[in-house]
Structure formats: structure tokens, C-alpha cells
């Protein structure tokens, strides 16, 4: 059993709501540590302390790019450390649970990459563990501090877009391909904490498909969520399209979107269209307008939205508030890609929520 296992021998002092810096050891830095690191280096209210990980290459990484860190193989020695406040696991998946368990038995807040664990149980207890010990858990959901979403929950809260009828995402690319999970428990995190941000009532139902070619991981997916009140989604995750597409729909009863997030500058389209029922007396006396008007891109706020977020957690922290992107928004996600799981294996059966 690794160290970082073992229950605390001491109660370490978490971070005082009101204090001033937030003090941060991070695990892992391989491909999305850095941007972790680097965000929180930034941030006038954190420090990170101390950087974690297994592999010597990444430590060296580290220490090049950061010299004034303490750099360690051994997550151990950040638990038990006093003087960090809040632990960001940036490991891959199954790694999640179990040293987010640890560093809330050591007293830490936690920012867990998303998905936040394997398994609804695991993150149940996280959240438990949490409240029990007064600890924040902050769920990577990076795209929910992004311009583009904002904006668009803006545009749903403001009723611009009417009631919502849809929710298309393409989300594809070449790679990169993950060694512990399949491109839905990889990609699909973002979608659905995207529109678990957007939409109000909870998904009832899932259906999923997909195929796998190269590693035993599905690597193609297509998964249809269906939500009440007559709104649905769809999302199509893919490891191996020759081009990177990430191109999101939403149909609403009043205005239809299109958002590019590979788009430098207009990102969101807006278009003025839609159809009405004129007349509903039997099918072949259906009566529809369609209506075609202008089209418009909102100003989006350009900025990194890692920065935005970690800004928000040390808030958060400091303030004694629970973020929105909280343990439960990481467990409904989790629940959903489960259900995603549980149809997969069974060739796209509708499995509820
Ligand atoms: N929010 C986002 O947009 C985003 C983007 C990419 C990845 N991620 C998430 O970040 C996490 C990591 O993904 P990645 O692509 O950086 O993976 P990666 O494999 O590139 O890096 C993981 C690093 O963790 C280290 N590691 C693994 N287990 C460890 C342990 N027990 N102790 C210390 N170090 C350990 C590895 O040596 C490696 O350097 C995943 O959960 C992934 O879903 C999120």
C-alpha cells in the first residue's frame, strides 16, 4: 500500500478562511499539469510549494522551468506537509480517488481533474469525507469558466435563445489517445459538465455506442442524453479524425447558435432562425414558417479559462464558499459517463438516470 494511504498521524492544518495565500502541492506534470501550475504560479492569492510526480523526466521539467519548487516522486510527502493548504490532482483517472482521499484525510482542499473519480461510490465518499472535515473539492470542469460558455448561459438566463430544444457537440481529433479510460470517460467530461451547467433539469436517460480499433479503449463514441421537457443532446467523441473539430449547436425555440471553439475571434454565432406552427389541425395540414434573420457574434471575453477558475477555487477556499464546480457537479458527471458505460456494453440500451 503507498504511503499516501495511510491515515494521518497528526491533524494537518488546512487553510483558515480569510487567510491570505493559499499554499499548493501539485500531482502530476504531464500534459495538463503544467497549465496548472503555471496558472496558480500566476495567481497573486497561491503559491505552489511543492510539485509531485513519478516519472523523473517530468521532474526535471519542473525543476527546470520552476527551480524555486520543492519537487518530489512521492505524494506522501505533500500530504503530510503543514504547509500546504490544498492538493490539484492532475494524475490520470484511476489515480483520482485514491490520492484525493488522501489529501482530504491530511486536512487539504482538493482540485481534482475531471472526470473527478472512476465511479459514482468513490466520489460519494469524497464528497462526504469533504463535508465531514469542512474541506472544498473543486471538479476541473475547465470549460464552464470559458468566454464562449458563459456567454452562452448568459444568452439561455437572459431567454435570448427561447426555450432550448437541442444540444449537438462534435468533439473530435487525432489522439490523444488516454491508457486508462475511452474517449467518452476522456472528451465527454466537458460536454456534460457543459451542459450539466446549462441546463437546468438533470438528464433522465442515455443512450450510447461506439467501437474500439486500436487498444481495447472504445476510440469512437456517440451518445445521445435525453433531458426532460423535450430537449435532447448528442455529442460525438472521437480519437481518430483525421481533423480537429470542436463545433457545438444549440437549438432553441427563438434563436439557434453555432459555436466554434477553434475560432480565434467569433467564436459564437447567433443566428436569428427558427420555425413556427401555424396551423396543427392533422399532419398534411401542418402549417410551418420559417424564419431567417440576421445573424450576429457576441463579444466573448478572451481569457485562459484555467486562470479564471483557479482564481475562483482560491477564492473559494479563502472565503469559505462552495464553488459551483464542486464534488456533486463532479459526481453528476460521473454518473452520467456510468450510464454512458452501462449502454455502451450494451450496444446503445437506453439506461436511466
Ligand atoms: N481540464 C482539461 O481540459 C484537461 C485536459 C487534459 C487532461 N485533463 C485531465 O488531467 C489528468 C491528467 O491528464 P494528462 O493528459 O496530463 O496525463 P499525462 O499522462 O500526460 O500526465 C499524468 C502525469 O501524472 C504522473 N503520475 C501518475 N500517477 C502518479 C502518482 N500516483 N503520483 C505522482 N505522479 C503521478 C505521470 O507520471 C504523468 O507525468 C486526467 O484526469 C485528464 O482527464 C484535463
Not at 166 to 183: E, I, K
Not at 297 to 310: C, D, M, N, R, Y
Not at 320 to 349: F, I, W, Y
Request: net charge negative; charged share 25%.
Amino acid at each position: 500500500m503507498a504511503t499516501y494511504l495511510t491515515q494521518p498521524e497528526h491533524s494537518q492544518t488546512a487553510h483558515k478562511p480569510g487567510s491570505d495565500v493559499v499554499r499548493f502541492g501539485v500531482i502530476g506534470y504531464g500534459y495538463w499539469g503544467p497549465n496548472v501550475v503555471r496558472n496558480l504560479n500566476q495567481l497573486e492569492k497561491a503559491d505552489v510549494l511543492a510539485v509531485c510526480d513519478q516519472s523523473a523526466g517530468a521532474r526535471q521539467r519542473i525543476q527546470k522551468a520552476y527551480p524555486q519548487v520543492d519537487v518530489t516522486s512521492n505524494p506522501a510527502e505533500l500530504m503530510s506537509s503543514s504547509e500546504i493548504d490544498a492538493i490539484a490532482v492532475v494524475t490520470p483517472v484511476w489515480t483520482h480517488y485514491e490520492l484525493a482521499k488522501a489529501a482530504l484525510e491530511h486536512g487539504k482542499h482538493i482540485f481534482v481533474e475531471k472526470p473527478f473519480t472512476s465511479n459514482a461510490a468513490q466520489a460519494e465518499e469524497l464528497i462526504d469525507l469533504a463535508a465531514r472535515k469542512n474541506l472544498k473539492i473543486m471538479v476541473d470542469h475547465t470549460f464552464l469558466f470559458t468566454g464562449a460558455v458563459k456567454k452562452i448561459k448568459q444568452l439561455l438566463d437572459e431567454e435570448a435563445i427561447g426555450k432550448l430544444y437541442y444540444y449537438d457537440s462534435t468533439r473530435v481529433n487525432l489522439g490523444l489517445f488516454q491508457h486508462d479510460v475511452n474517449v467518452i470517460w476522456d472528451l465527454a467530461p466537458h460536454d456534460l459538465s457543459i451542459m450539466d451547467y446549462l441546463i437546468q433539469e438533470g438528464p433522465e436517460a442515455i443512450v450510447a455506442t461506439g467501437q474500439t480499433h486500436l487498444n481495447g479503449f472504445e476510440d469512437v463514441a456517440f451518445i445521445t442524453v435525453y433531458f426532460p421537457d423535450k430537449i435532447i443532446a448528442h455529442l460525438n467523441v472521437n480519437w481518430l479524425s483525421p481533423v480537429k473539430v470542436r463545433t457545438t449547436l444549440i437549438g432553441g425555440e427563438k434563436k439557434m447558435l453555432v459555436w466554434n471553439d477553434l475560432e480565434a475571434d467569433e467564436k459564437i454565432k447567433i443566428y436569428d432562425k427558427g420555425v413556427s406552427v401555424t396551423n396543427r389541425e392533422g399532419v398534411y395540414n401542418l402549417l410551418v414558417n420559417y424564419r431567417t434573420g440576421d445573424m450576429w457574434a457576441p463579444k466573448i471575453q478572451q481569457v485562459e479559462a484555467l486562470t479564471g477558475e483557479l482564481t475562483y477555487f482560491v477564492d473559494c477556499i479563502r472565503k469559505d464558499e462552495t464553488p459551483t464546480n464542486d464534488g456533486k457537479a463532479g459526481l453528476r458527471v460521473v454518473k452520467m459517463l456510468e450510464a454512458a458505460s452501462e449502454s455502451l456494453r450494451q450496444r446503445g440500451a437506453l439506461v436511466y438516470l
